[in-house]
């Protein structure tokens, strides 16, 4: 199995911009989960998804970020319009739905908006 | 609530100590306990995981103990390595529902030098 797949990996935008991060979770498993991590403020759970439809979106900071998961194997986090801001590392990660088995992260995206 | 707290790090050590990273936790019931480690430029990698109390996580000669009575899950190594720097997550998976959520503590870096 490849594992947790996100593009791109880096992502230099300008303020203003819409950004669109991707993730590929591995196959089978039926939660997925995006997490925000900085210097800051730690590791944040943005929102998180159970068979493709999303369970908590409290984490979202803005209107201006959005998930979608149009099916078992892709999802994406866009922002719209991106501030300096929300420069960070963005991780998507995927579980069973059992309470023994644990995510799988992905590497991450790293952004940065100038 | 359920809540997962760590020691303040960083933790600097000499290569070849012994490694104390203390967790605590808070949740009803029996959790799940994990630990997981994330390599400079790296998502987040499962070290080791607990089910039930009692139960002791290893890997990579890493261990750590489930206990129930004080509500605890140290991360211990007998002899660290350079290679071991890193940054150190602590987290549960509450045993309400049987969800694949976990609940992260605020992470401990741990500095190894030579």
């Known amino acids: 199995d490849a594992g947790v797949i996100q593009s791109p990996r880096h992502e230099v935008t300008e303020m203003g911009q819409e950004v669109t991060l991707r993730c590929k979770p591995i196959?089978?498993?039926?939660?997925l989960f995006w997490y925000r991590q900085t210097m800051m403020r730690g590791l944040e759970l943005l929102i998180y998804?159970?068979?493709?439809?999303?369970?908590?979106d409290s984490g979202m900071p803005e209107d201006r970020f959005s998930a979608k998961m149009p099916n078992a194997s892709f999802s994406t986090l866009k922002i719209q319009p991106s501030e300096p801001r929300d420069s960070a590392v963005y991780f998507c990660?995927?579980?069973?739905?059992?309470?023994?088995?644990?995510?799988?992260f992905g590497s991450g995206t790293r952004l940065t908006v100038v | 609530g359920n809540s997962v707290t760590q020691m303040e790090g960083p933790v600097t050590l000499s290569e070849e100590a012994f490694l104390t990273i203390n967790c605590t936790y808070t949740?009803?019931?029996?959790?799940?306990l994990f630990w997981y480690v994330q390599y400079p430029g790296e998502g987040l990698q499962l070290l080791l995981k607990?089910?039930?109390?009692?139960d002791k996580g290893s890997n990579k000669g890493f261990e750590a103990t489930y206990r129930k009575e004080t509500t605890s899950f140290h991360l211990e190594k007998g002899s660290v390595q350079v290679s071991d720097s890193a940054v150190y997550f602590c987290?549960?998976?509450?045993?309400?529902?049987?969800?694949?959520?976990?609940?992260f503590g605020q992470g401990t870096t741990l500095q190894v030098k030579p």
């Open positions: 196959s089978g498993h039926d939660y």
């Open positions: 987290a549960l998976n509450s045993p309400e529902g049987n969800t694949g959520k976990l609940i």
């Open positions: 949740a009803t019931g029996y959790p799940s």
């Open positions: 998804f159970n068979n493709n439809v999303p369970i908590d």
């Open positions: 607990a089910t039930k109390a009692d």
């Open positions: 990660a995927s579980s069973l739905a059992s309470r023994n088995y644990g995510y799988t």
